[in-house]
């Protein structure tokens, strides 16, 4: 392969819903680039892109695949992204490395969920849009309808820049109202050729291509200016005016495909490498707002957007150069650790084909293999150059499970494998929740999580048992309540003896504390001496008064109290849960000259806090969650029903993009598998994302079964 400079160096992704067509897509663009001489296809599992078993098996994008073409003296670097929302993070990796957004819509199916999942990211990450309606040759295919969609969806965005003669089975041919020409392909090998408009269709032409000048007209001054006085413009003042309302996000121009038949790819190729800037004199930041500028006379550095372990290569590193010129066999460094790492090779990438060469320049996207430490989301540059780009920001978990390894002696393994996979998807999070005593799994959905079971079966050889993570609930009171224990025990020799008496009050931010209560009927006031106060690691707060007067406890043995009640604040006496937002204040008790020790009063505060607690009206919390669902309207019914079912409380509705979007506050405990439910009330077609928002007060109900069942646990036990 040659080699490109940085002006002739162009990055696009392939974006948009599952079966839109992208991979199909790519194969006619590489066929176009010179990449292969024969289009596979998704059925016949024999395309570039789509490389893996899983993939081949599922016959669809799992993973986001690099490759390249060459085309018209320049490198078109394409990476072709999963359709799914479950595997979204290949696409909004591809965003932090690419120029430019080719939105693939499937005309049988108009704009979907996924269409505006994608849009929506490219928006997000300022990376311009090309829209391809694809699949003009199908049975269902319907122009008209989808245009119609796009601007619904979009608004004054969509632009036609082309319109097919014939949809349907026999389509083979589209006018192209930027060059006033009528193309058509006899055959399915691409060849196409250039027509003049047939006098039937010129009027539409017209039409149309008034709308695209006034378009571009709308983005340049001077362009306005001309076509107010001369109602025209030429074909490069309309490119120039379009381009510049592609790159401001105001421009989304209309391009029609039948990328299995290979019928509008070389066109759509022609005017992306047009429309896209190429990386040379782009201005990069670092995460200390340092402007980098992207030309082969900067300083070496790369950004690393994907890692995957491949057969016969190990784990392989693909990233995009940055600034500068890497080389095979340069030495950089980590600027956040320090390490060093050597580029001990180099390659191009199309899929499995890696072809070696000797250098990348600025903006180049290739691979490298058996790097050290580096990973998704970190730089590497020249030594003393200290750069470190923003990290890649992955969209939040929406599916959880607990997973663990049938047989317990392969926990470690497990533990390895988990670690494995999570570093190569940063959109899988695992972690060892202790208070739950579970390993919590996270991904994207339901389909996501699937797939690493699958994995880990085929690749890993190992065996799982995955289902519903245990609630991180909360315990806390509503109430004042008084408690006393005495812990004594004596078996020869020195004994144990400890007495606290303690009361408990729920703390409220910003309330004082107060030193007068009411208990049990009997008015009871105390004497402050010493307050300590604690932000407790999962949330909420401890205060702890000492009260103790006439000496009744040691100042030495607080500390044990305080042990204590800390011990029942970590495992709290309704479920097990963390306890927060209490008062505690220690106002009495008694010790033994001898056999008062700090055990003692640990147990005795201990027992004397749980039941104070019992009696303060405990209440648990739970994690609740800020839920938004974006669905079509012919599903908005069912969806309210399921989450009301849910004990769901909708905050809101509204309209978006052609969609209905409902907002509401779901507790966790509640969300589990939601996203498979919501995949099969909706046909595929609705999608949600979830934040945390709060703990609130469980239902009466609802916390009856808790309390039921832990007691049932610890009977067990």
Same mark, same amino acid.
């Given at each position: ?36 001489? %024969? ?20 016959? @669809? ?5 690099? &490759? ?30 690419? !120029? ?36 003009? !040759? ?15 969806? *979009? ?9 097919? =003669? ?38 539409? /032409? ?10 571009? /007209? ?8 001309? *076509? ?23 421009? $989304? ?40 500028? #992207? ?35 340069? +030495? ?27 250098? &990348? ?5 290739? #691979?490298?293999?058996?790097? @050290?430490?580096?990973?998704?989301? =970190? ?53 060892? /929740? ?38 991180? $609930? ?48 009997? +008015? ?12 407790? +690691? ?10 103790? =007067? ?52 640990? &147990? ?9 607690? %019992? ?14 669902? &974006? ?10 029903? +399921?989450?009301?079912?849910? @004990? ?49 007060? =469980?239902?009466? !109900?609802?916390? !009856? ?13």
């Amino acid at each position: 392969m040659k080699s490109y400079q940085t002006q002739n160096i162009r990055n696009v992704v392939l974006i948009g819903s599952t079966k839109s067509g992208k991979t199909t897509l790519a194969e006619a663009m590489l066929y176009e680039g010179k990449v292969i001489d %024969r289009r596979g296809s998704v059925e016949a599992k024999n395309t570039v892109s789509d490389n893996s078993e899983i993939e081949q098996m599922n016959q @669809r994008s799992i993973y986001a695949t690099p &490759l390249y073409a060459e085309f018209m003296d320049t490198k078109y670097n394409i990476i072709d992204a999963p359709g799914a929302d479950d595997f979204i993070g290949g696409a909004v990796a591809a965003f932090k490395v690419c !120029d430019m957004g080719v939105l693939v819509i499937n005309a049988a199916q108009g704009v979907e969920v996924g269409t505006e999942i994608h849009e929506r990211f490219a928006r997000a990450y300022k990376c311009p849009v090309i829209l391809g309606v694809n699949q003009l !040759d199908s049975d269902k295919a319907n122009w008209d309808n989808t245009v119609e969609q796009l601007k619904e969806a *979009f608004g004054s965005k969509p632009i036609i820049v082309q319109y097919p =003669v014939n949809v349907g089975p026999s389509f083979d041919g589209f006018v192209d109202v930027l060059t006033m020409k009528y193309y058509r392909f006899p055959g399915d090998d691409g060849k196409r050729e250039d027509l003049e408009i047939p006098a039937d269709q010129m009027e539409t /032409a017209q039409e149309l291509r008034q709308e695209l000048i006034e378009k571009a /007209a709308e983005n340049d001054d001077t362009l306005m200016e001309k *076509f107010f006085e001369t109602g025209e413009l030429t074909e490069d003042e309309i490119r120039k005016g379009l381009n510049y309302g592609i790159q401001l996000g105001e421009v $989304y121009p209309i391009f029609c495909l039948s990328a299995k038949k290979d019928i509008g790819v070389k066109r759509i190729m022609e005017f992306t490498m047009r429309a896209t800037p190429s990386p040379e004199g782009k201005t990069l930041f670092t995460t200390e707002h340092k402007p980098v500028i #992207c030309s082969v006379d900067g300083p070496a550095s790369l950004f690393i957007y994907k890692t995957a372990v491949e057969q016969h290569l190990g784990e392989v590193a693909y990233f995009k150069v940055m600034s500068g010129k890497i080389t095979a066999g340069m +030495d950089l460094e980590n600027a956040q650790t320090g390490d060093k790492e050597r580029i001990s090779s180099l390659y191009a990438v199309a899929g499995k084909k890696k072809e070696q060469v000797t250098e &990348l320049v600025a903006g180049e996207i290739g #691979c490298t293999v058996k790097l @050290r430490g580096a990973k998704t989301n =970190v730089t590497l540059c020249a030594p003393g150059a200290d750069l470190v780009y923003n990290p890649i920001h992955f969209p939040a978990p929406k599916y959880r499970c607990y997973i663990k390894a049938k047989d317990a002696k392969e926990e470690e393994k497990l533990s390895d494998a988990l670690a494995k996979i999570s570093a190569e998807d940063p959109t899988i999070v695992v972690e060892y /929740a202790k208070e739950l005593k579970q390993t919590i799994l996270q991904g994207q959905g339901e389909q996501h999580i699937n797939i690493l079971k699958w994995r880990l079966n085929n690749e890993f050889k190992l065996e799982v048992e995955m289902g519903a993570p245990r609630i991180s $609930y909360r315990e806390t009171i509503t109430k004042i309540a008084a408690a006393d224990y005495r812990h004594k025990k004596q078996s020869g020799g020195a004994g144990q003896f400890g007495e606290v008496h303690l009361l408990v009050v729920p703390y409220v931010e910003g309330m004082e504390p107060g030193n007068r209560f009411k208990v049990n009927g009997k +008015d009871l006031v105390l004497n402050i001496k010493g307050k300590e106060e604690y932000t407790m +690691d999962w949330g909420g707060k401890l205060e702890f008064y000492n009260c103790i =007067v006439g000496g009744a406890i040691d100042a030495r043995f607080m500390p044990a109290i305080l042990k204590g009640i800390m011990d029942k604040m970590n495992e709290g006496p309704l479920t097990g849960s963390y306890a927060r937002d209490i008062r505690v204040y220690v106002y009495d008790g008694k010790m033994h000259p001898v056999d008062s020790n700090e055990i003692s009063f640990v &147990l005795a505060a201990r027992n004397a806090f749980k039941e104070a607690f %019992r009696n303060a009206g405990p209440k648990i919390m739970e994690p609740v969650y800020s839920v938004e669902v &974006l669905t079509p309207s012919e599903y908005m019914g069912a969806c309210m029903s +399921d989450l009301q079912n849910r @004990r769901a409380i909708i905050e809101g509705m509204g309209s978006e993009h052609g969609f209905e979007v409902i907002r509401a506050q779901v507790p966790l405990a509640e969300m589990y598998k939601y996203s498979t439910t919501l995949s099969s009330l909706s046909s595929g077609a609705a999608t949600f994302s979830m934040e945390f928002k709060e703990y609130q007060p =469980v239902p009466a !109900d609802v916390q !009856d079964k808790l309390l039921k069942a832990y007691m049932e646990t610890e009977t067990e036990e």
